[in-house]
């Protein structure tokens, strides 16, 4: 097994062992009665750890399925994303691939990590991705671990090769059960309508 299999084992592992203590505190202490859609959790979500990419932004696999949402931005680029799906935690994961459809090499702009200088020592990120439910008024940021990583895909390459596919994920507070559908906005790309499941 590489070493950077048993670095992911080791990641997810301690994500799992994270949300697990999370999951046990919160239960022990009751909930908040809500009025929190906007706030950052203290800890690690349960999400995977799928955020590191040592350099090539090339070397994530692939998506499977259909996509929800298809828009073409800057370069040739093309964003598809696959799902939009709440969990039990209160957390809603968008999983994604981006596609250099063009002829010529993309170079990844820094306003994919957002603005926060907080967020800046993870290297490239989708940071800078939000969503917004226009029918609550409200936007949602991308999620932040103890440690003020983005709960989303980063230190991937900065460069995108033709045909090359940079797979991503990011992690949301999850809206109300009520909202449905809201806008993904993301840097070089047209706001485009997910649905939520």
Same mark, same amino acid.
């Given at each position: 097994?590489?070493?950077?299999?048993?670095?992911?084992?080791?990641?997810?592992?301690?994500?799992?062992?994270?949300?697990?203590?999370?999951?046990?505190?919160?239960?022990?202490?009751?909930? =908040?009665?809500?009025?929190?859609?906007?706030?950052?959790?203290?800890? #690690?979500?349960?999400?995977?750890?799928?955020?590191?990419?040592?350099?090539?932004?090339?070397?994530?696999?692939?998506? #499977?399925?259909?996509?929800?949402?298809?828009?073409?931005?800057?370069?040739?680029?093309?964003?598809?994303?696959?799902?939009?799906?709440? =969990?039990?935690?209160?957390?809603?994961?968008?999983?994604?691939?981006?596609?250099?459809?063009?002829?010529?090499?993309?170079?990844?702009?820094?306003?994919?990590?957002?603005?926060?200088?907080?967020?800046?020592?993870?290297?490239?990120?989708?940071?800078?991705?939000?969503?917004?439910? #226009?029918?609550?008024?409200?936007?949602?940021?991308?999620?932040?671990?103890?440690?003020?990583?983005?709960?989303?895909?980063?230190?991937?390459?900065?460069?995108?090769?033709?045909?090359?596919?940079?797979?991503?994920?990011?992690?949301?507070?999850?809206?109300?059960?009520?909202?449905?559908?809201? =806008?993904?906005?993301?840097?070089?790309?047209?706001?485009?309508?997910?649905?939520?499941?």
């Amino acid at each position: 097994m590489s070493m950077r299999h048993m670095t992911t084992m080791r990641r997810a592992g301690a994500a799992a062992l994270l949300s697990a203590a999370l999951a046990f505190s919160l239960t022990s202490c009751g909930g =908040d009665g809500g009025g929190n859609e906007g706030k950052e959790p203290s800890s #690690s979500s349960s999400a995977p750890d799928r955020g590191k990419d040592d350099g090539n932004a090339s070397a994530t696999a692939p998506t #499977s399925g259909d996509p929800i949402a298809n828009v073409k931005g800057d370069g040739g680029l093309e964003l598809a994303v696959h799902s939009a799906k709440r =969990d039990d935690g209160g957390f809603l994961t968008v999983d994604g691939q981006i596609k250099n459809t063009g002829s010529q090499g993309f170079t990844v702009p820094v306003s994919w990590n957002g603005l926060e200088e907080a967020v800046a020592a993870t290297g490239n990120s989708f940071a800078g991705m939000t969503l917004v439910d #226009s029918k609550g008024k409200k936007r949602y940021y991308v999620l932040r671990d103890t440690d003020n990583r983005p709960l989303t895909t980063y230190a991937y390459g900065s460069f995108i090769k033709p045909g090359a596919t940079l797979t991503f994920f990011a992690q949301f507070p999850a809206p109300p059960t009520s909202t449905t559908k809201v =806008d993904l906005q993301f840097p070089g790309f047209p706001s485009t309508s997910i649905e939520l499941s």
